[in-house]
């Protein structure tokens, strides 16, 4: 199993909208050309982004923007976002375990409660990284390359 990739291209894209802001309009064209997508994703994710209040998004000459302080935005709150998961579970259990299976009568008993606490921890992991803490390393990064040429 993996995550889908909305996640990472949406945190890509906000860190475009933050570094890009002050020189260029923020379009899906521009964050497809950085993240090398087809533009229908990108105006996809920005109006899952949008829907959360996470950016706004003005037609015609405004484009795209960052709604809130890149220090009050979580990981947490992109993924949640973004991935499309159903009953705000990360883990799909198979649907029809056998019930004269011991192993199937039981399998939700085994598993309910350890696949929570995993989905827990990732998502106390992500609430603990904000969008300036990502602004930060690639600060670190921009600079040493900076340095490099």
Known sequence: MQISSRFTIA?????????FKDEYKITS????????????IIRKLLSQLKDAGLIEVKRGPGGATIAK???EITFLDVYRAVECLEENTLFHFHE?????????????????DK??????????ELESITLHDMKQDLEKYLEQENKII
């Open 11 to 19: 945190i890509h894209m906000l860190a475009c909208m933050d570094t």
């Open 29 to 40: 064209n521009f964050l497809a050309s950085s993240i090398n997508v087809n533009p229908v």
């Open 69 to 71: 302080p890149l220090n």
């Open 96 to 112: 029809n375990p056998n019930p004269e299976c011991p192993v199937g009568r039981n399998i939700h008993c085994i598993l309910d």
């Open 115 to 124: 696949l929570i606490r995993v989905q827990n921890a990732m998502e106390r």
